[in-house]
């Protein structure tokens, strides 16, 4: 049955659809809410589901980390390059968060207020 | 002449002017006697490389000469044949005259050291266009002319003046992208956009719809055809009557050269008739002789009432350029030269009363003539000859037009060209008639007739306009006479030439 | 010689390092030696300047090559490609980047705080560093990683400025760019599930196959591509970030933002369409016409919101959006001669906008003036910029022997090959809706009468003047010869359509 079906396949690939999951929820967060740390938030999350999803393609049931076994060199490792690209993939999404917090902190000191509405507001008065 | 001089005489009549601007330019900032001493040197210098080329022109040569290319298979090229020779001989010699004029004209005015190098400057793009060798170079020049032109317009910096500047600016830059349109599609159709390679287009296609109507707008802008006229009656106007004379006499030739050059270049004469498009344009052009010379008759403005006269004018040249035989076809070229010499003393006689007189409203012109005979003398000259009143080049272009007609059996064509003159005549001899013979207004004359009861005569208080304007006014009422009476004169010989090159198919 | 031989072996990976590595002397500089920065960030613009010189040269000669970092191979290594468009834009990069460095010299000291201007140069570096690598790379993450430093850069050089407005524009381009960002990890980790590649070649190679077994997620990711390049270079309708960031920023960031930044995304996008994706797929999935009509509508749209806009940069930066609409016209024709228009257009828009801006940035330099409204008359004191701002007007609609006219017409050829001559047609009535913002503003200041008594003008610095002068010349020179310039971009064309 085709119901059936596409349930045994999102029970095999859960780790699939809970990064799909979670890249919809961190982009709807981001564009509807008004709040900008949860904007920032939501970003991280977004991120990290991608992340989720790389990293999940690269495993392989049964194998070995991919750290090179010197007892041992023979037998299947987990794909290595996933790893390695989503080490640097988190170190990007960090500086960006960084980057966004302190921008964050900024406009606090210079509105008064972190919601995007009410910022929108002051500068639509003050055009 | 060998070729390579002639090519090099062609390109320092387009170069040495747009060269020149850059130097009169800077030295108008320093002195100005300097600046229209160089402008006048370079209008005449122009003048003759023109002339010099005119045994080589009508031996019946075609010489091509393409500058550089700026895109492969688009390049900047230049041509010489009898159609453009006729033109530019004509715009060089009246670019001159105007210069001449413009040396006292200007003598009070402000932003001289503007309008000098911009004079210089259209003139070189204006012969660029006519002795540009294909439609990309015709294009740029056209563009260039037509933008810097605007400078011309907007020079008195009145509000009416920016209001109709900016209308022209606007109407002009709409005109230059139809015809980049045009250009576009024959590149891409036709592979080239030379001249002189026949007609461009084999057969109809939507695409050659296109260009028909994107060509028609585009130089329609320039020659004031019903119903992209309208920036004229605005913007000739406000423009310093040299301006306005090389506007209404010389610019709006482009737009007529333009669409010659679309009739037999773009599309060849068989393929035109065969489609029936001569039709659209002459019906077109026979409402834009009506309307313009039923409007000029309501404008009480001088110069108003002469650029709506000049809409109706142009409207005989596109209409002469629809019918294909060697009467209209001459009688066309002959009426472009004619009307831009009659237009032309017009507009500077017209220029000349206004600047001695400050009167610019037809109202107020009674008794003019007693004051400025000369140049009132010249009006009136051109005006008959606008009228069609032999023996002056006017009628002569407008017999040979009729003829043309007949023989192609469009006998309307004829009587909207009578009616045109009747209008004509009503609207030109209420200005002479009462320049002549009207009274001055309230002033001595009255009181002393009353008083000793003898009978009024006009008296003649001759108070005229410096030689320098005089001039050439004069010389240009003077050739209205001469190519009409004359039996064998330069105007009419090029043109019997050029339409003879144009019917057998010598591009 | 060994060791210029040796350089130029590594020619495309020391560009990006030598600019990094600049970035990062920057603050260290500020701290100790103050009057160094300034001339060691320019030295560092001309060293990539001439190595990107080189790299045409090289290109020119041999054709296109390839550098593998580190002499590892794909897939494992990170490849450099560099080809016609790759030496082309580093070329448009650091020649109007330098040009934009020597005109912020002067501008900065008015528009900075002080103790943030070394940090300014730093910022500026890293931006050209990551945009040249952008334009080099071969590979999808190292795209990545290349576009987020891009993004950090670009959006600190519209904050480094701390007034209410940039903070508010940078935030929500950081916020978007972020959200392309995204799209474009999860398309790459979609293609990376397919074939098992991170090089653009090699996952062309498999998604041949893989593109029927897998179509969803082939659309899928070429999807998320479009739109992740979309909101970063302002294709309509994700352009809404762009007016608030470009009008706020310093007007040297604006020009490099306008000019450049937007620019490299769309090149990017070109470089993924050409080499990430068999050729086969866009005919299945009309992702190109998507664009093409996107494109339109943002031409149209940008330039008439542009025309209601009072604030001097923001009208720029509205322009800028149906500027941007050309290129992806030209890459949304898909014929070689309307790509050429579109790239041509680069270079053509990057010259005009930088100069543009750097106009902006004299005029409130010089007296304030930031509304349009208060332009009356000023060109009887800033006539070159003026003159400089008609011209690149002139550009902008397209008239001829200026460069925009050159782009245009390979565009309307491009738009007649396909024999879609409504594209022609909408190129001609944007050439006639910029006629009606941009000359009004010069008729203004050149005819009418100065109203506001109150401003002063303080003479404009040489280094801020010289490099308007020097894009002006370019202006036309590459209107009246376009030629070295369009044969390298025939070339490049000609190359990514085999």
């Known amino acids: 049955m085709e119901v059936m079906e596409i349930l045994e396949n ?70 290595p390059l996933p790893s390695a690209l989503i080490i640097t993939g988190i170190i990007v999404a960090i500086s960006i968060t960084a980057f966004a917090l302190s921008l964050v902190a900024k406009i606090y000191q210079y509105y008064g207020t972190i919601d995007a509405d009410e910022i929108a507001e002051i500068r639509g008065s003050e055009e | 002449m060998s070729e390579d001089l002639i090519a090099v005489i062609i390109m320092f009549i387009v170069l040495f002017p747009i060269f020149m601007t850059a130097v009169i330019m800077y030295v108008g900032q320093k002195s100005e006697k300097l600046c229209t001493a160089l402008s006048l040197a370079t209008a005449m210098a122009t003048f003759m490389a023109v002339l010099s080329l005119y045994s080589e022109a009508t031996g019946g040569n075609v010489i091509e000469y393409p500058l550089f290319e700026v895109l492969p298979d688009l390049a900047i090229s230049f041509r010489l044949d009898i159609l453009s020779y006729s033109l530019a ?24 050291e503007r309008y000098y190098p911009v004079l210089i400057f259209t003139l070189g793009s204006c012969q660029g266009i006519f002795l540009a060798g294909d439609f990309f170079t015709l294009f740029i020049f056209f563009e260039l002319m037509s933008l810097i032109a605007y400078i011309l317009v907007i020079h008195e910096e009145t509000p009416e003046a920016l209001k109709a500047g900016y209308k022209y600016l606007i109407v002009t830059i709409i005109g230059g992208l139809s015809i980049f349109l045009g250009v576009i599609i024959i590149f891409e ?319 | 010689m060994y060791a210029l031989e040796h350089v130029l072996n590594h020619l495309p990976a020391i560009l990006v390092i030598s600019l990094f590595v600049f970035a990062f002397i920057m603050p260290l500089l500020f701290i100790w030696k103050r009057d160094w920065c300034v001339p060691v960030a320019t030295l560092s613009m001309g060293l990539s300047l001439a190595m990107s010189l080189a790299l045409v040269i090289q290109v020119n000669q041999v054709g296109t090559f390839v550098y593998h970092m580190g002499g590892w191979e794909p897939p494992y290594g990170i490849e450099f490609r560099v080809d016609y468009l790759s030496a082309y834009m580093l070329l448009v990069l650091h020649g109007i980047g330098l040009l934009i460095l020597v005109y912020s010299i002067g501008d900065l000291k008015k528009e900075l705080a002080d103790r943030v201007i070394g940090w300014y140069y730093t910022l500026y570096l890293l931006l050209m560093g990551a945009m040249s690598g952008m334009a080099l790379t071969n590979d999808l993450f190292n795209l990545f990683v290349f576009m987020e430093i891009c993004a950090i850069a670009a959006c600190a050089i519209i904050s480094i400025k701390e007034d209410r407005e940039c903070l508010e524009a940078s935030f929500k381009y950081l916020i978007l760019s972020a959200m392309g960002t995204g799209c474009y990890l999860l398309s ?66 604006s020009a490099v933002l306008s ?8 090149v990017a996008m070109v470089h993924l369409i050409f080499r990430a994706f068999p050729r086969e797929l866009f005919e299945m999935i009309p992702m190109l016409e998507i664009i093409l009509w996107l494109s339109t509508l943002g031409i149209i749209f940008g330039s008439i919101f542009a025309m209601v806009q009072e604030n001097f940069k923001k009208m720029l930066a509205y322009s800028s959006i149906a500027q941007i609409g050309y290129v992806f016209l030209g890459i949304g024709l898909f014929t070689p001669t309307a790509l050429v228009g579109g790239l041509l257009h680069i270079l053509n ?66 738009a007649l090959e396909v024999e879609r001559p409504f594209f022609l047609l909408v190129i001609l009535v944007s050439s006639l809706l910029n006629a009606f913002y941009y000359f009004p503003i010069s008729i203004n200041a050149f005819l009418a009468e100065q109203k506001r008594e109150d401003i ?42 085999e």
């Not at chain 2, 060509?215 to 106007?237: N, R, S």
């Not at chain 2, 606008?386 to 002056?392: D, R």
């Open chain 2, 89 to 112: 001989l004509l715009s060089s010699f009246v670019w001159l005259l105007a210069t001449i004029y413009s040396l006292d004209y200007m003598g009070g005015e402000h932003g001289k």
């Open chain 3, 349 to 414: 828009h990057a010259v005009m906008k930088s100069m543009l801006f750097m106009v902006a940035g004299i005029i409130i330099y010089s007296s304030g003036i930031k509304r349009l409204q208060h332009f009356d008359g000023i060109a009887s004191r800033l006539t070159w910029t003026m003159v400089a701002f008609t011209i690149g007007g002139a550009s902008m609609v397209g008239i001829p022997i200026t460069g925009g006219f050159i782009s245009k017409l390979y565009l309307a050829q491009g």
């Open chain 3, 188 to 253: 790459v980790a979609m293609l990376y599930m397919i074939t098992g590649y991170m090089h653009m070649e090699k996952v062309a190679v498999a998604l041949e196959t893989g593109a029927a077994e897998y179509p969803y997620n082939v659309l899928v990711a070429m999807s998320l591509m479009v739109v992740s390049f979309g909101v970063k270079s302002a294709l309509f309708p994700l352009h809404v970030w762009l007016p608030d960031a470009h009008a706020s920023a310093p007007s040297p960031s």
């Open chain 2, 189 to 507: 159709v036709a592979g080239t956009v030379s001249l002189g390679q026949g007609p461009l287009f084999d057969e109809y296609s939507p695409l050659a719809l296109l260009t028909f109507l994107a060509f028609l707008i585009g130089f329609g802008i320039k020659a004031g055809m019903f119903p992209l006229h309208v920036w004229l009656p605005d913007a000739h106007p406000v423009a310093p009557s040299p301006a306005s004379a090389l506007l209404s006499g010389i610019m709006l030739k482009t737009g007529a050269y333009g669409l010659l050059r679309m009739i037999f270049d773009v599309f060849g004469m068989e393929l035109f008739q065969s489609l029936g498009w001569n039709h659209i344009m002459a019906g077109l052009a026979i409402i834009t002789i009506l309307l313009g010379s039923a409007v000029a008759l309501t404008q009480n403005d001088f110069k108003r009432r002469l650029a709506y006269s000049s809409v109706g004018q142009m409207g005989y040249v596109v209409l002469g350029m629809t019918v294909f035989n060697e009467y209209a076809l001459s009688g066309d070229i002959f009426h472009i030269f004619s009307h831009a010499i009659m237009k032309s003393t017009l507009f500077l006689a017209a220029g000349a009363v206004i600047w001695k007189t400050g009167k610019k409203k037809i109202s107020d012109l009674q008794g003019v003539g007693r004051q400025m005979p000369i140049t009132m003398g010249a009006f009136t000259l051109a005006a008959f000859a606008m009228i069609g009143i032999p023996p002056l080049n006017g009628f002569l272009s407008k017999w040979t037009l009729c003829l043309g007609f007949l023989e192609g059996g469009y006998t309307a064509y004829v009587i909207v060209l009578l009616v045109s003159s009747m209008l004509n005549a009503m609207y030109y001899l209420p200005i002479i008639l009462p320049a002549f013979l009207g009274g001055n207004g309230a002033t001595s004359h009255h009181e002393e007739d009353e008083r000793t009861g003898q009978a009024e005569y006009p008296v003649f208080e001759v108070n005229e306009v410096p030689l320098r304007m005089v001039i050439p006014v004069a010389i240009l009422a003077a050739c209205t006479l001469l190519f009409g009476t004359l039996p064998t004169n330069v105007p009419f010989e090029l043109s019997q030439y050029t339409s003879n090159f144009l019917l057998d198919g010598f591009f």
């Open chain 3, 456 to 497: 002063t003008f303080k003479p404009v610095l040489k280094s801020m003047l010289v490099p308007v002068l020097i894009l002006l010349a370019l202006i036309i020179f590459l209107g009246l010869n376009p030629q070295p310039v369009t044969n390298m971009l025939e070339q490049a064309a000609e190359m990514l359509f």
């Open chain 1, 10 to 79: 999102l029970r095999d690939n859960y780790f699939y659809f809970i990064a799909m999951v979670l890249f919809i929820v961190g982009f709807h967060t981001m564009l509807t809410h008004s709040n900008l740390i949860k904007k920032v938030i939501a970003m991280n999350i977004m991120d990290t589901s991608v992340f989720l999803l790389f990293v999940s393609i690269g495993y392989v049931h049964g194998a070995k980390p991919p750290i090179m076994d010197t007892v041992q060199p023979e037998g299947v490792y987990i794909n």
């Open chain 3, 259 to 266: 000019g450049l930044v937007i620019k490299i995304y769309a």
